[in-house]
């Protein structure tokens, strides 16, 4: 009995592990979606409106949630508390578990350049970035497809084997 | 208000002074020298020297992190803030293409804050009795003409009577989202952030004013479009930044003061601060 609730016990976490992998490349996906979608948005606005950063990214985050909504709830914070967010404090907004190194530098230099220049040149700026989202995301969500899809397949079956020796 | 745009350094240079930040009329910050304060008791310099960063500071809330929002505000070397608050700056002009670009490395700001001074037109009461007329008032920089443009136009907004302020840096009735902040009068419709001469070309037959309220006039298509108006039967009421008449007569001035039915002389008496409480005006028929 005890060895039947010990293999269905290692069952359960395997494909919990295996389904905390995939929800890893799932979130880094659709972190990528969101912020190319963001900077669609940032571009149309800038060009066409002239809007403020502010009133753009509190209109982005409207009723959505996830890793892209707190990194920018925070980065409106830094920008009312410290005026001029200094390159550190934009690195702590952008640090995230879902995310890379490397990615994390480009989304810092990202979000430094927001707002600080004529709308032509934050466009010019804005749309490089954006294919760099592109090029990351299209990545990403290949990774969602394959490795995630993977180590939920692998989690069950090393949760079955587990559970077929222990019992 | 002004409050809001001053690094706490600078806020606190200000409060050295003696100074109130919501009283001040003027504050000039330039990188590298004292902060020059203006109130109603005239102006005083800080010990503190102005950097970059308090610069940057006051640009970052003006134009709430947005450049790109202000830019054209920009090459026209001012900031538009809320409640009327105009920023003056000062800097490199970038060119391309034989034209102005961009303003870079902008190392002064002139922080101008608007008063709103009801009966301020009391003297010249005269001027309110028998209808609308064409007014151009004339006076110096700093010696209150918006401040009593503000006042005459509210005096004149009657409910059988359509105004139209053009309200181009956004002084006049300092109108943030929509919602004048300064009384301007219940019938007064309001056109900001837009240039006079599109203005003058595009409302008139639209919002079919008897008249059009503008401020600080430069010349040129100014000066055209004043006497177009004029011709259409819209009636006028304008600033200028001159000492008097003379000085006009001598400009491209010379030719459109003609059209106004009255001028209204603001006159430098002191600090600029005793002239806004203590104006002397003079009504003169041309």
């Known amino acids: 009995m005890l060895s039947l609730i010990a293999g269905a016990a290692l069952f359960v976490a395997c494909l919990y592990g295996g389904a ?60 009312k508390t410290e005026v001029i967010a200094s390159r550190e404090s934009v690195m702590k907004v952008v640090d995230s578990a879902y995310l890379k190194k490397e990615e994390k530098l480009i989304l810092t230099d990202f979000f430094m350049l927001l707002g600080r220049s004529h709308a032509e040149s934050q466009i010019v700026n804005i749309k490089h970035y954006k294919l760099k989202f592109e090029e990351i995301g299209a990545k990403a969500k290949e990774a969602y497809r394959v490795q995630g899809a993977l180590a939920y397949k692998l ?11 222990v019992v | 208000m002004i409050n809001e745009l001053l690094s706490k350094n600078l806020a606190a240079a200000v409060r050295s002074l003696g100074k109130s930040a919501e009283n001040l009329y003027e504050l000039r910050i330039r990188i590298g020298k004292p902060i020059a304060a203006v109130d109603r008791y005239g102006t005083a310099a800080t010990v503190y020297r102005a ?44 060119r391309a293409g034989g034209r102005l670009t961009a303003l870079k490395n902008i190392s002064s700001l002139n922080i101008r804050v608007p008063h709103e001074v009801k009966g301020c037109a009391d003297t010249i009461k005269e001027i309110f009795v028998g209808g609308l007329k064409n007014i151009l008032i004339i006076a110096p920089p700093g010696a209150g003409k918006t401040t009593l443009l503000r006042e005459m136009t509210r005096r004149f907004s009657q409910k059988e009577r359509s105004i139209l302020l053009i309200d181009e840096r956004g002084e006049v009735a300092a109108v943030s989202e929509g919602v004048s902040a300064l009384d301007v009068g219940d019938y007064t419709d309001i056109l900001t952030g ?17 008249m059009i309220v503008t401020d600080e006039l430069f010349g040129g298509e100014d000066i055209k479009s004043i006497s177009e108006i004029v011709r259409a039967g819209v009636f006028v009421m304008a600033t200028v930044h001159a000492r008097g008449i003379d000085e006009l007569k001598n400009t491209s001035f010379g030719e459109v003061l003609r059209v106004f039915d009255y001028f209204v002389i603001l006159e430098r008496v002191g600090s600029p601060i005793f002239l806004m409480q203590n104006a002397k005006f003079r009504i003169a028929d041309f």
């Not at chain 1, 982005?60 to 980065?75: C, M, P, S």
């Not at chain 2, 809320?82 to 970038?94: A, K, L, P, S």
């Not at chain 2, 837009?194 to 409302?203: F, G, H, I, S």
């Open chain 2, 51 to 94: 950097c970059a960063e308090d610069i940057e500071y006051a640009l970052n809330v003006a134009s709430g992190h947005s450049v790109y929002a202000v830019s054209e505000q920009l090459l026209r070397g001012y900031i538009s803030y809320r409640g009327g608050v105009r920023i003056g700056v000062g800097g490199e002009g970038v």
């Open chain 1, 20 to 79: 905390g992998i995939r929800r890893y490349y799932k979130v880094r996906s659709g972190y990528f979606e969101e912020i190319n979608n963001l900077c669609g948005m940032l571009i149309d606005e800038i060009a066409n409106l002239k809007t403020p950063l502010e009133k753009i990214l509190e209109n982005f985050t409207f009723l959505k949630r996830g890793e892209i909504v707190r990194q920018i709830d925070a980065y409106r914070t830094l920008l």
């Open chain 1, 155 to 165: 989690g069950i079956l090393l949760g079955i084997a587990l559970m077929i020796i």
């Open chain 2, 194 to 210: 837009v240039d006079k001469t599109l203005a003058y070309e595009n409302v008139i037959r639209a919002m079919r004013p008897d």
